[in-house]
């Protein structure tokens, strides 16, 4: 049970670091100078929706990453972010899990 306790863990984890590389991906993207990771993203749904910076705040990790689903798609870890999970295969990366 642990074990797998550990890898749900380890997984949430590696799915949270992949949302904050999709926005620096993001920023770099929409050319953000103050922006990157987790704020790149917040600031683009506010102006991609024009939500309020309250109304984004208070999404977690898993609501954005539902939100930007369909433009993540695709969307690969740059290569040098992937051995940040050594322990995550590279096809996993690559399926976006």
Known sequence: ??????????TSG???FG?????????????YNEHKGLDAIRFYLMN???????D???????????LLAE??????????ARGSYPHLDRKAWESGA
């Not at 949302?19 to 050319?31: N, Q």
């Not at 984004?56 to 539902?66: C, H, I, L, Y």
Request: no cysteine; proline share 4%; glycine share 8%.
């Open 1 to 10: 049970m642990a074990d797998v306790r550990a890898q749900l863990h380890f």
């Open 56 to 66: 984004v705040n208070a999404m977690s990790v898993e609501e954005m990453r539902f």
């Open 48 to 54: 991609q929706f024009g939500w309020l910076p309250r």
């Open 19 to 31: 949302l904050e590389m999709f926005g620096d991906h993001i920023a770099e993207r929409e050319g």
């Open 71 to 80: 433009e993540m798609h695709g969307w690969t870890l740059p290569i040098e």
């Open 14 to 16: 590696a799915l949270s």
